[in-house]
């Protein structure tokens, strides 16, 4: 049977610093904590279904690791005052340092990207 199912997903990135651990008895498993831990969780709920966004923190990660090399990617500035989730709850950019980004490929069109199934 042929199911085809649209699938999308919401993905934030950020760079600092952050503690690990593993944590539990029983069934142990490793877990991050820090600030960075809450601005990623606020990055990934506030990206555009079916989009990469980016922190201001990484953005500077990225341009001091490529030296600007950035064939085939493009790095589109919010525009939005605020950050939104789908929910509606909405966050300012100081709750995640700074302005964001939205990563895209350089030859694909933004407004294709919202298109559900992408």
């Known amino acids: 049977q042929d199911r085809t199912e649209a699938v999308s997903c919401r993905v934030g990135v950020h760079s600092g610093e952050c ?7 029983e069934m142990q498993r490793y877990h991050l904590f820090g600030n960075l ?5 606020v ?8 989009r990469v966004q980016l922190s201001e923190a990484c953005m500077q990660a990225i341009n001091a690791d490529i030296h600007g090399q950035r064939e085939g ?11 939104t989730t789908s929910k509606g709850e ?3 950019y100081k709750e995640v ?10 030859d694909q069109n933004p407004a294709q990207l919202a298109e559900p199934g992408f």
Not at 37 to 41: K, P
Not at 43 to 50: D, K, N, Q
Request: net charge negative; aromatic share 4%; proline share 7%.
């Open 37 to 41: 831990m809450t601005e990623l969780e």
């Open 19 to 25: 503690v690990g651990g593993i944590v539990g008895n």
């Open 97 to 106: 340092g700074g302005r964001t980004y939205l990563l895209s490929l350089a």
């Open 90 to 92: 909405v966050h300012l």
């Open 73 to 83: 990617l493009s790095f589109d500035l919010r525009p939005e005052p605020e950050l």
């Open 43 to 50: 990055l990934e709920s506030t990206a555009p279904r079916g």
